[in-house]
C-alpha cells in the first residue's frame, strides 16, 4: 500500500522548538545528523507494506540536501491537517485508482522502524474498516522513554496518548466531510466539540467515564462506517515531537 506523510505547517517564533526548525518545518528538525523526515521515510521505505511514498506540506527545495528517494512524490500544503489528508488521497487515487487502503503518518516519530511498520499493519487485517486508530498507554511509554513528556488522555482505567500512524480505506475522506472539518475546527474549542461527539458522550470523558470501546463504537456512528481503535504494544508509534525536551530526549535514545 501506499504512504502519505503530513509534513507541513510552520512552527513560529515564540514556540519553544523554534531554535531547533531555525524558521524551517518542524518536520526537518536534525537529531543526530538527519532530519525526522528521514528517519521516518527509511522506515517507511524499509517496511515489506509500503510502494509509494507522498509528502504532504513540503516541496523538492524545502528538502534539498536530503537523503531522500526521487522516487517520493511532494504535495503543497493545503492549509489544514483535513485538506492535507484529502489532497494527499487524491493524489493517491489519481495515480492508482485501484488503491483500497493506505497508511498515513506524521513526519516527527524518528524511533518508527520498518519492523513496527510492518507488525501494525498486520495488526489492521482484514484491512475491513474505514479506519485504523490506534493509542498507547501512558504506562508502556514511560517505561520505554522515561521522561517522554507526552500528554495523556485519561479514560475509563487507563491513561493513553495517540499514535502517529493511521491505516485507512482510501474513500475515508468522503465519508463525512462535514464531521472532518468540524472534528479540526473544534479540537480548541470545547461547545464545539460537545456538538460533534454529543454532550453524553463529552460528559462520560471529563469524568473518565469513557472506554476505548466507547470511541471506537461513536467514531463509527459519526463516520458513517467502522472504526477500528488498536491498544498497541509500539511505543515508537506515539513518540512524536512537540517540546524540546522530547527532542533532546530522542537524541539520546538514538544514540544508544
Request: hydrophobic residues 45%; negative net charge; glycine residues 8%.
Amino acid at each position: 500500500m501506499d504512504c502519505i506523510i503530513t509534513a507541513g505547517g510552520s512552527v513560529a517564533e515564540d514556540d519553544p522548538l523554534f531554535p531547533y526548525t531555525k524558521g524551517k518545518p518542524k518536520a526537518l528538525i536534525e537529531i543526530n545528523g538527519l532530519t525526522m523526515l528521514e528517519y521516518v521515510v527509511r522506515a517507511l521505505e524499509g517496511s515489506s507494506f509500503v510502494d509509494a511514498i507522498y509528502i504532504v506540506g513540503l516541496d523538492e527545495d524545502d528538502v534539498s540536501g536530503l537523503a531522500l528517494s526521487p522516487d517520493i512524490t511532494y504535495i503543497a500544503d493545503c492549509g489544514g491537517l483535513v485538506a492535507n489528508l484529502s489532497a494527499g488521497l487524491n493524489r493517491l487515487r489519481a495515480d492508482n485508482p485501484k488503491a483500497e487502503t493506505a497508511l498515513l503518518s506524521s513526519a516527527d516519530i524518528p524511533l518508527l522502524t520498518p519492523e513496527v511498520v510492518n507488525a501494525y499493519v498486520e495488526d489492521c487485517r482484514p484491512f475491513d474498516c474505514v479506519a485504523y486508530y490506534n493509542v498507547v498507554t501512558r504506562e508502556l511509554i514511560e517505561r520505554s522513554f522515561p521522561g517522554s513528556g507526552r500528554t495523556f488522555v485519561k479514560l475509563r482505567g487507563l491513561a493513553v496518548a495517540g499514535g502517529d500512524m493511521t491505516l485507512v480505506q482510501t474513500r475515508i475522506m468522503q465519508t463525512n466531510d462535514e464531521f472532518w472539518e468540524a472534528l479540526v475546527s473544534g479540537r480548541k474549542h470545547a461547545w464545539r466539540l460537545a456538538r460533534i461527539v454529543g454532550l453524553r458522550t463529552l460528559l462520560k470523558f471529563l469524568v473518565r467515564r469513557l472506554s476505548l470501546s466507547d470511541i471506537e463504537q461513536h467514531a463509527s456512528r459519526l463516520v458513517g462506517a467502522p472504526v477500528r481503535l488498536l491498544n498497541s504494544p509500539y511505543p515508537e508509534l506515539a513518540m512524536d515531537v512537540d517540546k524540546p525536551a522530547q527532542v533532546e530526549l530522542l537524541r539520546q535514545v538514538l544514540v544508544r
